[in-house]
T-cell receptor
Framework: NAGVTQTPKFQVLKTGQSMTLQCAQDMNHNSMYWYRQDPGMGLRLIYYSASEGTTDKGEVPNGYNVSRLNKREFSLRLESAAPSQTSVYFC??????????????????FGDGTRLSIL | DAKTTQPNSMESNEEEPVHLPCNHSTISGTDYIHWYRQLPSQGPEYVIHGLTSNVNNRMASLAIAEDRKSSTLILHRATLRDAAVYYCILRDRSNQGGKLIFGQGTELSVKP
């Protein structure tokens, strides 16, 4: 049981290149999330998918696209990378419980991050 | 989601208790208080959550003030492995997507 797996772990890009960050979870979770973390700061939400077939913008969606490929996988794409997108990217997933209050009590489970540098 | 305020950093000695405070004076009646921590070079991990009553689990205890305007995460015996950034986050019923809004958190250092 690997939990949330992110690939790659490290990547260096040149400005203008494109790249897809992959995330997969094996916990049969419904919701998945992409965050970025800049040095000395907390995480900021980029996009999320509350359930398979839906995606929504978070706090900082500009410059990114996402695809919820199936229940297990949620990818993040940078179409034209910019130095401002240098960051550590975290994927997370969350189970949707059967009770209404589960929407605000079920915890998120995070991957170990992708460290992305854009030159 | 309502805002939380935490000290930027705290220090503790190994094997001593640690009390990490969080102020949330604008908390609403339906806000749950969640704590996550982030070890160096890792993703955040869930620690504990509560609504009104104090909560205990294998990782920590959560003490919630009677007026719910503040809470304290208690690590009963700090270990070197507990050195991390601790985030206090509020989540309410309007947050249907389960999103987490992270603040700066408290960086805890543990001295041997």
């Amino acid at each position: 049981n690997a939990g949330v797996t992110q690939t790659p772990k490290f990547q260096v890009l040149k400005t203008g290149q494109s790249m897809t960050l992959q995330c997969a979870q094996d916990m049969n979770h419904n919701s998945m999330y992409w965050y970025r973390q800049d040095p000395g700061m907390g995480l900021r939400l980029i996009y999320y998918s509350a359930s398979e077939g839906t995606t929504d913008k978070g706090e900082v969606p500009n410059g990114y696209n996402v695809s919820r490929l199936n229940k297990r996988e949620f990818s993040l794409r940078l179409e034209s990378a910019a130095p401002s997108q240098t960051s550590v990217y975290f994927c997370a997933s969350r189970r949707l419980g059967g009770r209404v209050r589960d929407s605000y009590t079920q915890p998120q489970h995070f991957g170990d991050g992708t460290r992305l540098s854009i030159l | 989601d309502a805002k939380t305020t935490q000290p930027n950093s705290m220090e503790s000695n190994e094997e001593e208790p640690v009390h990490l405070p969080c102020n949330h004076s604008t908390i609403s009646g339906t806000d749950y208080i969640h704590w996550y921590r982030q070890l160096p070079s890792q993703g955040p991990e869930y620690v504990i959550h509560g609504l009104t009553s104090n909560v205990n689990n294998r990782m920590a205890s959560l003490a919630i003030a009677e007026d719910r305007k503040s809470s304290t995460l208690i690590l009963h015996r700090a270990t070197l492995r507990d050195a991390a950034v601790y985030y206090c986050i509020l989540r309410d019923r309007s947050n249907q997507g389960g999103k987490l809004i992270f603040g700066q958190g408290t960086e805890l250092s543990v001295k041997p």
